[in-house]
């Protein structure tokens, strides 16, 4: 299966600063990629759709300007999260789908956030 | 994507075989079953998955009822390393930009 490498695992960041997380398709080039936020005993929430070579596409209630994504390689997604507030701290995760016929996912190891 | 509905959490007693079970009694023809699940702290792990027929891999085993309105991911002897988050996922299959939806997921806890 694919290889999904997230970076960095674990991020402490102070109130109004802002976060990068990678996100790289290590085997396997993804036009598509998708982000998740999971926060503590709850399921992974969707956030977007990121797309090669254009826009992202934002699930409801998710604010544009807060989650930038970027996707400007087949093998490269970023979030960033802009001037971080507490109550964005969370468990961040990407994912790939590979097969084209049967359309497995496989998901980084998570970036841990935490803002202070 | 359909709904699924699974239990909140299950035991199961080490080296015995864990059930858990999913219903998703809305599911579409063009909708596959996927299981994943999720170790504390960790993204979540490809399982398995089927359309109509029972697939068996090395991790597990997938039993789909005939009207395709539940299934069942069996683990075939759990270890206390299969404790985790598990998840039943109906999606349409095959492309790469169909969204994967969470539910809320099994808990199995496995005993020693």
């Known amino acids: 299966g694919a290889v999904v490498s997230q970076h960095p695992s674990r991020v402490i960041c102070k109130s109004g600063t802002s976060v990068k997380i990678e996100c790289r398709s290590l085997d396997f080039q993804a036009t598509t990629m998708f982000w998740y936020r999971q926060f503590p005993k709850k399921s992974l929430m969707l956030m977007a759709t990121s797309n090669e070579g254009s826009k992202a596409t934002y699930e409801q209630g998710v604010e544009k300007d807060k989650f930038l994504i970027n996707h400007a390689s087949l093998t490269l997604s970023t979030l960033t999260v802009t001037s971080a507030h507490p109550e964005d701290s969370s468990f961040y995760i990407c994912?790939?789908?590979?097969?084209?016929?049967?359309?497995?996912?496989?998901f980084g190891q998570g970036t841990r956030l935490t803002v202070v | 994507d359909a709904k699924t509905t699974q239990p909140p959490s299950m035991d199961c007693a080490e080296g015995r075989a864990a059930n858990l079970p999913c219903n998703h009694s809305?599911?579409?023809?063009?909708?596959?079953v996927y299981w994943y699940r999720q170790i504390h702290s960790q993204g979540p792990q490809y399982i398995i998955h089927?359309?109509?027929n029972n697939e068996t891999n090395e991790m597990a085993s997938l039993i789909i009822t005939e009207d395709r309105k539940s299934s069942t991911l069996i683990l075939p002897h759990a270890t206390l390393r299969d404790t985790a988050v598990y998840y039943c996922?109906?999606?349409?299959?095959?492309?790469?930009?169909?969204?994967?939806?969470f539910g809320t997921g099994t808990l199995l806890a496995v005993q020693p």
């Open positions: 809305t599911i579409s023809g063009n909708e596959y």
């Open positions: 089927g359309l109509k």
């Open positions: 996922i109906v999606r349409v299959g095959g492309g790469a930009t169909n969204k994967l939806i």
């Open positions: 994912s790939v789908v590979q097969g084209r016929r049967t359309g497995e996912a496989f």
